[in-house]
Structure formats: structure tokens, C-alpha cells
């Protein structure tokens, strides 16, 4: 029986938590294809992630690939790595999460291979039919994605994260050859946060370039940390420096789902709509009523911001 087989990253030697809906995704094809379910994970030191994975999520197995080139993450040492693994398994079907690292090392493992990727997949309509948004999400597509070996990666917004299920067998897979070729980690710097991470966060308050500038937005964080989530914001107010651009929320940053969204001062462009309208409840607030943001909004306040947020703090923090 062919496979269908599920690319987990680790940090640490943790799994990360943002993989899970991935797996669910896997799951829905690999039951609609009536394949089995198998999970890869990738790292310098995969034990514990692996034992974690063997431990539930109703695969059938969890294999592992561990090498120390796999950490820091390089697309390259990634896509050898998954190369390798998909010789070894043969699987009709390689997928994940659709992270930054996943975005990157999967269409290279794709092309090398010379098989079809259907990327950003939101919903899985058969074993072989997917839907993906497209123009920014103006409109979705169904994508039929044939051939012996097909790849994708799935909007971790869009399904649940992966429930507990039978445990499986663990077999590392020996043998790959993995090379970073030429490309050399020379620094990471990291945003040390005590927030959660924005993709995993219930919360996300996010400012846009009508907050002016960076230091306007303390009253903001102050509001997400009386609330437990984490700091977004447009495009517009990362360009300008307001924030770290790692901040950003929408089509060319993250993808975001959380319980309460709450935009300040973003006027609701659908590249910054394509990352937050998933989103269970949208708080919209802004001077302008016109504003587009207020078209997906359930909740929105007409409002300054300079005038709203200390107010809105207050109510909070007398809760
Ligand atoms: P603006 O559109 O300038 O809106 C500012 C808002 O603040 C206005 O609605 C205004 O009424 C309100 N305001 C001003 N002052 C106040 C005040 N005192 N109180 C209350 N409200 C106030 N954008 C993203 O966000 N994420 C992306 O990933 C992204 N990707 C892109 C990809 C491409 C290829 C392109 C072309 C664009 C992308 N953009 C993205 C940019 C996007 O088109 C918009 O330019 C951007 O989202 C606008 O950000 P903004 O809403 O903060 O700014």
C-alpha cells in the first residue's frame, strides 16, 4: 500500500506544534486516497520529537532522518533529506504545515523530483483534489494535482491541529546524503519574545500604519499582554520600521487564525485580509467608517485609536 507521508520539524529536539494541522491534512488525503498515514521527522536530534509523533496521531509509521546539516535550517540540506526519505518510502503523496520552512525545501524536493505541488492547500476535496486560494484570496481553486508523486503544503489556519491516535513503530531512516552546497548559516537573530508565536497565539492584536509610529505601539502591546497573545501588524507599519517585519500578518507574512483578532488603524488590503480573515472573531478598530477592514469585521469601533485603546486597556484590566 502506498503512503502518504508528513514532513515534521523539530527544534530542540521538540516537535514544533505548528506541524499539527499538517498532519490532519495528510490524514484527510491519506483516508480519501485509502493510503496510510506516515510521518517523517527531520532534525539534529529527532529522539524526542520522534517518540512524541510515534505516540499518537494514528500514523501507521515515523520514520527518521538525523543529521546534524539539518540544523540550522537550509532549504537545501531539508530538500536532500527529503529526498532521500521519499526513495526509501516511496510514498504517492509528501506533504506538511505550510511554515517558512516547509515553503522553502518542498517545492526544491518537488522540482528535483519532478513532481507536481499544490501549495497553500486549505481544504482536501478528494485524494487527488485540493482547494487553494488564489489572487490573494479573491477567489479559491480547485486543483487536481495527478502523477505517481505529489507534494503539498497545507495552511496550518485552516485545519484542525492533529488529534492523538494509535502509536506507531519508530525506524530511522540511514544513508542520506545531506549537503547545505555552498550555503553557510552565519547568524541567527532571533526576536526573544515571552508572548506566544503569532501563527500559534489565541490572541493577535495587530496596528497598521495609522498608529504612526513604533513607540505608538506600547498602548498596543500593553493591550496584548493584558490579553495573553501576541503582536501583529500590516505591512505598511512593518515597511516603516514600527516593528520587526517579522511581525507582519498577511499574504507575504503570517498566516493567522486565532480566537480574537483585533486590528488598530489597518485599513483591510486584501494582502493583510488573506493572512487574518480566518481569524474566529475580527475586532476592527478605525477612524475611517469606510474602511474595508470593517467588511469582515464582526465587532468594529469608528473610532482614534488615541482615544479608544487607553479606554479599552481600562475595561480590560478591570475585568
Ligand atoms: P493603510 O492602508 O495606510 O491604512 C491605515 C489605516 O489607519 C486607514 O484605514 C486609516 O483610516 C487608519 N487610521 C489612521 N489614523 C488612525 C487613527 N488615529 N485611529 C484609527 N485609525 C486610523 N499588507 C499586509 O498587511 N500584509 C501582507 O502580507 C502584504 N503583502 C503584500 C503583498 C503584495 C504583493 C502587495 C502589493 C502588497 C502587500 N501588502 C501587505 C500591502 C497592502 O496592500 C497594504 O498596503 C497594507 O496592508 C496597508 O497597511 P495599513 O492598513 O496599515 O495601511
Not at 530542540?12 to 499539527?20: A, K, M, N, T, V
Not at 487536481?144 to 525506524?171: I, W
Not at 514600527?242 to 487564525?257: H, N
Request: charged share 20%.
Amino acid at each position: 500500500m502506498s503512503k502518504v507521508l508528513v514532513v515534521l520539524e523539530t527544534a530542540g529536539g521538540q516537535l514544533r506544534p505548528h506541524c499539527l494541522p499538517g498532519i490532519t491534512a495528510a490524514k484527510q488525503i491519506a483516508d480519501a486516497r485509502g493510503q496510510e498515514l506516515h510521518l517523517l521527522v527531520l532534525g539534529a536530534d529527532t529522539g524526542a520529537a520522534a517518540e512524541i509523533a510515534a505516540a499518537g496521531y494514528g500514523a501507521a509509521g515515523v520514520h527518521t532522518i538525523t543529521d546534524p546539516a539539518l540544523e540550522p535550517f537550509t532549504a537545501e540540506a531539508w530538500a536532500d533529506a527529503v529526498i532521500h526519505a521519499v526513495k526509501t518510502l516511496a510514498p504517492s503523496v509528501v506533504g506538511g504545515t505550510a511554515s517558512s520552512t516547509l515553503r522553502d525545501c518542498l517545492p526544491r524536493a518537488a522540482a528535483v523530483l519532478d513532481a507536481p505541488l499544490c501549495a497553500e492547500v486549505i481544504a482536501v476535496k478528494s485524494g487527488d483534489t485540493f482547494t487553494r486560494p488564489i489572487s490573494a484570496g479573491r477567489a479559491l481553486l480547485d486543483e487536481k494535482v495527478s502523477g505517481d508523486l505529489v507534494f503539498f503544503t497545507a495552511r496550518g489556519s485552516e485545519f484542525e491541529p492533529a488529534a492523538a491516535g494509535a502509536a506507531a513503530p519508530v525506524s530511522a531512516i540511514e544513508g542520506a546524503s545531506v549537503a547545505t552546497r555552498g550555503v553557510e548559516v552565519v547568524g541567527i537573530r532571533k526576536t526573544e519574545s515571552s508572548r506566544p508565536a503569532l501563527t500559534e497565539a489565541s490572541v493577535v492584536v495587530s496596528g497598521g500604519r495609522g498608529m504612526r509610529e513604533g513607540s505608538n505601539f506600547k498602548v498596543l502591546e500593553d493591550l496584548t499582554d493584558l490579553l495573553g497573545g501576541a503582536l501583529g501588524a500590516s505591512r505598511a507599519a512593518t515597511d516603516a520600521g514600527m516593528v520587526p517585519a517579522d511581525l507582519q500578518v498577511g499574504q507575504t507574512g503570517k498566516i493567522v487564525a486565532p480566537n480574537l483578532y483585533i486590528a488598530v488603524a489597518i485599513s483591510g488590503a486584501i494582502q493583510h485580509l488573506a493572512g487574518m480573515k480566518g481569524s474566529n472573531t475580527i475586532v476592527a478598530i478605525n477612524k475611517d467608517e469606510e474602511a474595508p477592514i470593517f467588511q469582515v469585521a464582526d465587532y468594529g469601533l469608528v473610532a482614534k485609536w488615541e482615544e479608544a485603546l487607553p479606554r479599552f486597556v481600562e475595561l480590560v484590566k478591570a475585568r
